[in-house]
């Protein structure tokens, strides 16, 4: 077991480092120079030579990228070109609203796809499967902002039953911010449901003809009892590693909420860093995300390991 | 691994569902079609065209979806809008394509160091989500159409290289291919003639789906308001633009999503039943 996690481990190094490489020539390969991104283009040219020689921008790449990744293990994600603040200090502020936005999401997702795709790939092929797997692909077709936005001018502003937008933290007032977060995650729950849905019923599908189900079976078991115990017990291996892949879209989906529901995450920093050509600060988001979902999915392989000892051997 | 079958399946396989599925797909997107080409022709007006006095009127025999807040005629922006949300679209399903199947032929064919190194990336590709790939690239460029389907087939392609491998990887080594390299055919050959067309299933259906996320990504950008920037209208831009009076005049923000959604979904049924007819075994069980 400790083999394989270390194994795990070690496969996810060469990502991280190659995502390291990536950020870093994404602020490089900026049309025009990073200095004159950040000054303007009519700026003083001694006042350019002087930051260029300040940034280290004359030293040869590989010096560059090895300082610049000492300075990002440190944690120094260096200033964004707005408003001039440590990006580190921007992303802390931002990361638990993301975070708190991202597991209410995942779990409306999960309560509402892993009922249905057990229920949909147990009864493969009868009227309930149909209809599960038709509101799938209606689902996966609608696009997440539009529903959101559905989702809003229904709930808050026709029956006024939530409040719009926005967002209060937690320890301030903690009925308001749950009561602030029940549209945003059910947006991004409602989103993700039908990738986790599919993926749900082919793990059931696939496991449904094991010798343990028929046992269940023969041996007399309810259904329902079958699917919740041997069905779901078989399958939640794969299912952890297939949810794992899905936090991307979670992440992606993540972005797009936050901009409708004026949700002060992460994700609000990445158009707004786009628009403002704030390169250091969407270096940086790249960065997160991509470290994310690797920690996320070596977490997932190595759970996977610890429920299903075949994983371990391959 | 997934096309051998391919001949026999044609006519074998479940016909019942196939039969409904294939009209109602077909019916969508021929609509949608009409409408995109059209639409416009028949509505008289310019999608750019504003009209004070007429702003955010409602559906009426002038304006058949109403105005906006310049007094523009939805109906014919949407129309307009569609056009530009399916080539962008179209350009960046064959932009990722262009990239990631002659990519996955070379890497699931050759195997060794050049496979690693290509599949090292694609990784890497996997880690960042599709639409922050995308993001970015309209960072380097700055929002436009042509920076729309760059930055979308750019984040595609790496997806569609990986399924492209494994699928050579399947029928690299079956018996068929090996009769081919027995009887003296070069590499290049056994691709066109033995690998690429048992291929054929997979790649049709897969651009297919592809095309659904191009749409429904484009509309994602272009509410973000990074992608077909005003007075031009995508359908993503659009709704970038609905979301400034979405809570005085939520009319337009609603009919604006429904287009996307319509296509979209025609898109993915017609993308079933072509997995159906054509590649039987990667059929949805």
């Given amino acids: 077991m400790v083999q394989y996690i270390a194994r795990r481990l070690l496969l996810a190094i060469p990502l991280l480092f190659g995502l390291s490489i990536l950020a870093f020539a994404y602020v490089r390969v900026i049309p025009g120079d990073p200095v004159t991104a950040m000054l303007g283009v009519n700026s003083d040219p001694e006042l350019v030579a002087r930051l260029r020689d300040q940034l280290g921008l004359n030293e040869p790449w590989y010096q560059q990228y090895t300082s610049w990744l000492g300075n990002v293990v440190t944690g120094d994600l260096g200033l964004s070109y707005r408003s001039r603040m440590p990006v580190s200090d921007i992303l802390i502020d931002r990361i638990p609203a993301t975070l708190e936005l991202a597991l209410g999401g995942l779990l409306v997702g999960l309560l509402i796809a892993i009922p249905a795709g057990l229920y949909a790939g147990f009864r493969r092929g009868g009227r309930a499967d149909n209809v599960i797997t038709g509101a799938t692909l209606v689902g996966l077709a609608t696009p997440g902002f539009w529903l959101g936005t559905l989702l809003m001018l229904l709930l808050a502003l026709q029956l006024g039953w939530l409040p719009s937008q926005g967002y209060v933290p937690f320890d301030v007032d903690p009925v308001q911010n749950l009561r602030l977060l029940v549209l945003p995650s059910l947006t991004l729950g409602l989103a993700i449901a039908p990738y986790l849905a599919r993926l749900t019923r082919t793990a059931v599908v696939e496991t449904g003809g094991e010798p343990s189900v028929s046992y269940a079976r023969a041996q007399g078991l309810p259904e329902g009892t079958v699917a919740r115990t041997v069905v779901l017990r078989i399958s939640l291996p794969s299912l952890i590693v297939a949810i794992a892949l899905t936090v991307g879209f979670l992440l992606a989906g993540s972005i797009i909420v936050e901009e409708l529901f004026n949700w002060p995450g992460m994700g609000r920093l990445v158009a707004a860093g786009v628009s403002e050509r704030d390169y250091p600060m969407i270096q940086a988001l790249m960065l997160i995300y991509g470290v994310i979902f690797i920690v996320v999915n070596v977490i997932a392989e190595v759970l996977q390991g610890l429920l299903d000892p075949r994983v371990r051997l391959t | ?285």
């Fill in chain 2, 1 to 285: 691994m997934s096309a051998v079958a391919v001949a026999a399946a044609t006519t074998a396989g479940p016909r019942v569902k196939r039969g409904w599925k294939i009209w109602v797909g077909g019916a969508l997107l021929g609509i949608l079609a009409l409408f995109m080409l059209v639409g416009p022709l028949i509505s008289g007006y310019d999608p750019n065209a504003t009209d004070l006095e007429a702003r955010f009127a409602g559906p009426s025999a002038q304006h058949w979806l109403g105005t906006d807040d310049l007094g523009r005629d939805l109906f014919t922006r949407m129309a307009v809008g569609g056009r530009m949300t399916m080539l962008i679209a179209l350009g960046a399903v064959a932009l990722a394509s262009a990239i990631a199947i002659p990519l996955g032929l070379l890497t699931g064919y050759l195997g060794g160091w050049v496979d690693l190194a290509v599949m090292r990336v694609v990784d890497l590709f996997f880690a960042i989500p599709t639409l922050l790939v995308a993001i970015g690239i309209v960072g380097l460029f700055g929002p436009s159409f042509s920076t729309t389907l760059l930055a979308l087939g750019l984040a595609f392609w790496p997806f569609y290289a990986r399924l492209v491998r494994s699928a050579v990887v399947g029928v690299r080594d079956l018996a068929y291919t090996d009769a081919a390299r027995v009887i003296g055919a070069g590499p290049w050959r056994i691709i066109r003639k033995e690998i690429v067309p048992a291929l054929l299933p997979l790649l049709i259906v897969q651009t297919t789906v592809l095309l659904g996320f191009a749409v429904l990504d484009e509309a994602g950008l272009g509410f973000l308001g990074l992608g077909v920037q005003p007075p031009d209208p995508s359908w993503g831009a659009l709704l970038a633009q609905s979301r400034g009076f979405v809570l005085s005049h939520p009319w337009i923000g609603v009919i604006a999503g429904v287009p996307i959604l319509l296509v979209v979904l025609g898109i993915n049924i017609m993308a079933d039943v072509l997995r159906d007819r054509l590649d039987p075994q990667g059929a949805s069980t």
